[in-house]
């Protein structure tokens, strides 16, 4: 493939940056959760309010896990990005000393 450029740096400061992002709604996420169960239960204590209390808990905690899983994986993909950039580079310095290697050996 033709036409296109790595940045080895703006990769890895791109995959920093969503690892960032990751944890920073992690934060936002647990906050929110704290805050929400600060309510304590506002459908009351009765059959009917202890009915919507169940699947209230039920659903919020299925939903806050799923969240959480989606910003794992968000933060495992920026780590991701950041290896690769590093094997980028590492990559390109091989090529680089290879070629260098070459052309001393062919005496220019």
Do not use: K
């Amino acid at each position: 493939m033709t036409g296109f450029m790595i940045d080895p740096e703006r990769l890895s400061a791109s995959g920093s940056a969503l690892r960032s992002v990751a944890s920073r709604l992690s934060s936002e996420l647990a906050s929110f959760r704290s805050e929400l169960a600060g309510f304590g239960a506002p459908w009351g204590s009765d059959d009917i309010g202890s009915l919507i209390g169940a699947a209230h808990d039920e659903v919020s905690s299925w939903a806050f896990e799923c969240y959480q899983d989606a910003l794992d994986e968000m933060a495992s993909a920026g780590a991701d990005v950041v290896e690769i950039s590093a094997q980028h580079a590492e990559v390109d310095e091989n090529v680089s000393r290879r070629f260098g290697a070459l052309l001393n050996e062919l005496g220019r």
